[in-house]
């Protein structure tokens, strides 16, 4: 069965009124896409986990006039998001596989590949695979930072020992360590939905029973041998003592999230915490890895 399918561009500030407006007039579904490669890191506590500008696919029954339908919505969303109004007639299909197509596997350092459900890894023994698919909640390895942090996990050597994620997103820098042969990891994320994929995404790797979630505020466990903190550079500062102490003495941190010109930053808040500092950059984005005093 076909739908008629409403295309709108809009800024995060929108979103929330925009949402309302197409669930009051009937939308079926609605798709969020980025509309300008920025992916969304890892938020501070209170941000809402959402693209800074982003495209709104909102599915509605064939039968619904497009005219009539702008006519319904021109008092409920903001004229500037309903200026950029298009439709299309679509047929009926799976919507997340529809985009989930265009994702394709990704190689990080030698062993390390993300392969999404929709495509069949092959049956290489040498390889280590992490099936993962797209999602809102963020951390594919597709933005440099996390590219970053995935390529430091496939270089180092993996012989039981333990990870903290700390913003964990999505589960990928977790469930990857422990694809790799780490012995248990610990993810720590402020967004529900975070912790949700990340539950999900460990039980698709077979590794769930060795990832334990926490909430953002929760005590956190004993220490671990590694530490990787895929966040922004305020954050980092702002949690620098918490974050800090969920690596033992002498175990080794990734720090991403961050832009080149804040690395400097960086390094000296964490000069007292920290030895060995190396940074590493991909495009405009810096990996800082370092080793706990």
Not at 124 to 130: E, M, P, Q, S, Y
Not at 206 to 222: H, K, M, N, T
């Amino acid at each position: 069965m076909p739908f008629l399918e409403l295309h709108l561009r809009l800024p995060n500030e929108d979103y929330s009124l925009v949402e309302g407006a197409l669930e009051g007039a009937g939308a079926l579904a609605l798709t969020l896409t980025d509309a300008l490669d920025n992916p969304v890191l890892e938020p501070a506590p209170g941000e809402t986990p959402l693209w800074p500008e982003m495209k709104v696919q909102a599915l509605f029954p064939i039968e619904q006039d497009a005219l009539a339908l702008l006519i319904a919505l021109e008092g409920s969303m903001p004229e500037r998001v309903l200026q950029s109004a298009r439709f299309a007639t679509v047929d009926d299909r799976d919507w997340t596989r529809a985009w989930m197509d265009h994702y394709q596997p990704m190689r990080f350092g030698q062993r390390l590949w993300i392969y999404p459900t929709t495509i069949e890894p092959p049956g290489d023994g040498g390889l280590t695979i992490v099936r993962l698919d797209p999602g809102l909640a963020f951390g594919t390895g597709t933005h440099p930072t996390t590219a970053l942090c995935l390529r430091w996990l496939d270089g180092l050597r993996w012989d039981g020992e333990t990870l903290f994620d700390y913003g964990c997103g999505s589960g990928v820098l977790a469930v990857a360590a422990l694809k790799l042969g780490a012995f248990a990891a610990v993810g720590l994320d402020n967004d529900p939905q975070a912790l949700l994929a990340s539950r999900e995404n460990a039980a698709r790797n077979g590794v769930e029973s060795q990832l334990s979630l926490l909430r953002a505020d929760a005590p956190l466990p004993p220490p671990c041998d590694r530490l990787c903190a895929n966040i922004l550079l305020n954050p980092l500062i702002e949690l620098r003592d918490r974050i800090a102490s969920t690596v033992k003495p002498g175990g080794l941190g990734a720090f991403s999230g961050m832009l080149a010109h804040q690395g400097d930053e960086f390094i000296a808040r964490y000069r007292d915490l920290f030895d060995d500092f190396v940074v590493t950059q991909q495009e405009d984005w810096i990996r800082i890895t370092a080793r706990r005093r």
